[in-house]
């Protein structure tokens, strides 16, 4: 039979050759870029994960397992990649904890939307369906939730003890949790219950010592010592303090210039008024019966010189100087006193008391602590040590994500277990869900289940463990009804993981999977590339 062939219509003017392939290379070459950094954290994850040594072009070595920081420090220059570096930022901001966990699960939802687009899906059916999936999402994990009041210390420990066992400082999880849950209740102003601002506390770094001999003080810490070159006191009872913004040191000329003097008798009397300016500075503090100054460091000119340190000395005032800038706010707030800008504004309603001013010697160097505040603020003070600079460093970032997950708690009052089963069960859940739904939605759908089987194949990849066998095990499990179940790296099997205390606030999870979420739909809306120069 012969085959009769169908007549060829020339394209109209209205059609025209639209050069798609240009625009499947672009998201490819993001897709494979972006998974690319994910791959280089994803051996971090878990308790178990491996750390990163990052040398910098200052020579700077820095070791850590915090997503957020291996990822600052990464030079990374395709614009794609850059989104999933400024990903782990946003989770950093918004739960401080979980940052590896949000690009691990970003690597794996482009590499399900790689597939789909492979498919010949086009991608705004895929970042809708994502979208649903999110929602639908947001809705498991609220359902798996346990509600925690901030009375409940034991569970707040738990939680920011899950946050410290996969840090390189992990062993000293039994110091630093409870410490970073008295810290962060010890700043929860009444008025606003469910806001914690996290610079209210504030972590003071000194080299000494071991990461054991960290402390919360009730108080402040300089981490500098008391200015007594003339053989001013170093210790101070009853004090009452002044926070100053000026330079108690002779002025200069508005403008850059030099004077020279070639008669003695006038160079006395320059040297004369310098001591009389000086003098009458110091009486006017001294009136005040103000007994502890509190320098702010001067750009313009010397904040004192050793005139103004001598006559200081005489009149048994306590000196520190150079006190920062961006300090001054938290120093004020701490003693519940003013700032004083300048002499003419130096009066006693100003100042802050304590019971007790002195210089310790900690370590190689000397520290000032100020003790018994009167009217304190609502702030605190957390002392970190540590043997050498990098546990100092990695210490002070893995406390400040057990403060990030004391504060989530504070904000959303609800925990969920930790060890790879939310994930699991959303997993279980969405596809499911993905059957009744019709079209393309339901395979967009259940590539997103799929794709969040990642954290828990990963936690047991970086434990040693068989990821393949752990997971469908785990898979096993929660069909079964335990939602809870999860991977126990440490004993290399599954169990109910809430009864292991691994938890961790709702927060994380929630943030990590919207987050991540809304980062793979930008990059699957991106279909060119423009390059300005």
């Given at each position: 039979m012969a085959a009769i062939a169908a007549p060829q219509y020339r394209s109209s003017k209205t059609e025209s050759y639209v050069d798609n392939k240009r625009k499947e290379d672009i998201r490819h070459a993001n897709i494979v870029?972006?998974?690319?950094?994910?791959?280089?954290?994803?051996?971090?994850?878990?308790?178990?994960?491996?750390?990163?040594?990052?040398?910098?072009s200052s020579d700077e070595v820095i070791i850590t397992n915090d997503g957020a920081t291996i990822l600052n420090k990464m030079q990374v220059i395709q614009p794609?990649?850059?989104?999933?570096?400024?990903?782990?930022?946003?989770?950093?901001?918004?739960?401080?904890?979980?940052?590896?966990?949000?690009?691990?699960?970003?690597?794996?939802?482009?590499?399900?939307?790689?597939?789909?687009?492979?498919?010949?899906?086009?991608?705004?059916?895929?970042?809708?369906?994502?979208?649903?999936?999110?929602?639908?999402?947001m809705d498991v994990l609220t359902a798996m939730a346990v509600p925690v009041e901030l009375s409940d210390r034991d569970s707040l420990v738990k939680s920011a003890s899950t946050s410290l066992n996969s840090k390189v400082v992990s062993q000293y999880s039994t110091l630093l949790a409870p410490l970073a849950v008295d810290a962060v209740l010890s700043v929860v102003d009444a008025a606003k219950p469910d806001m914690v601002d996290l610079r209210d506390v504030k972590i003071v770094k000194k080299l000494g010592g071991t990461v054991d001999d960290t402390e919360l003080v009730k108080g402040l810490v300089f981490d500098k010592k008391v200015s007594h070159a003339a053989g001013g006191p170093t210790r101070m009872e009853n004090a009452k303090i002044a926070v100053i913004q000026?330079?108690?040191?002779?002025?200069?000329?508005?403008?850059?210039?030099?004077?020279?003097?070639?008669?003695?008798?006038?160079?006395d009397r320059i040297l004369k008024e310098e001591r009389s300016y000086i003098l009458g500075m110091i009486k006017k503090i001294k009136a005040t019966g103000c007994n502890v100054l509190l320098i702010q460091k001067s750009i313009l000119r010397d904040a004192v010189t050793d005139l103004s340190l001598h006559y200081l000395a005489k009149a048994k005032i306590l000196v520190i100087k150079d006190v920062e800038r961006d300090e001054i706010e938290f120093i004020t707030k701490t003693l519940n006193c003013l700032p004083i800008a300048n002499i003419e504004h130096f009066r006693a309603e100003k100042l802050g008391y304590a019971d007790l001013v002195e210089e310790v010697s900690l370590g190689d160097g000397k520290i000032v602590k100020i003790n018994g505040i009167k009217e304190m603020g609502k702030t605190t003070t957390v002392l970190v040590r540590g043997s050498n600079q990098l546990v100092l460093d990695e210490a002070e970032r893995s406390l400040h994500d057990a403060l990030c997950v004391v504060r989530c708690l504070v904000a959303k009052r609800f925990l969920i277990a930790g060890g790879g089963a939310p994930e699991i069960e959303l997993s279980r859940q969405l596809g499911a869900w993905a059957k009744v739904l019709h079209g393309m939605e339901g395979y967009c759908v259940r590539a997103f289940a799929e794709a969040l089987e990642v954290i828990p194949y990963t936690l047991a990849e970086n434990a040693g463990l068989n990821p393949i066998a752990i997971v469908t095990e785990l898979r096993n499990r929660h069909a079964q009804g335990e939602i809870n179940a999860g991977i126990n790296v440490r004993k290399g099997q599954i169990t109910n993981i809430l009864e292991e205390n691994v938890v961790q606030p709702l927060l994380v999870s929630t943030s990590a999977i919207t987050l991540a979420t809304e980062c793979v739909r930008m990059i699957l809306k991106i279909d060119d590339i423009v390059t300005v120069r």
């Open positions: 870029a972006a998974r690319s950094v994910a791959n280089a954290v994803r051996t971090s994850l878990g308790p178990k994960g491996m750390d990163k040594m990052i040398s910098t794609a990649a850059k989104m999933l570096v400024e990903l782990s930022k946003s989770q950093d901001s918004a739960a401080g904890d979980g940052t590896t966990t949000v690009v691990v699960i970003a690597g794996a939802l482009l590499e399900q939307c790689l597939l789909l687009l492979s498919h010949g899906i086009h991608p705004t059916v895929v970042s809708d369906s994502l979208h649903k999936a999110a929602v639908k999402a000026f330079q108690i040191s002779p002025p200069k000329t508005d403008i850059e210039q030099s004077i020279v003097v070639s008669d003695y008798s006038q160079m």
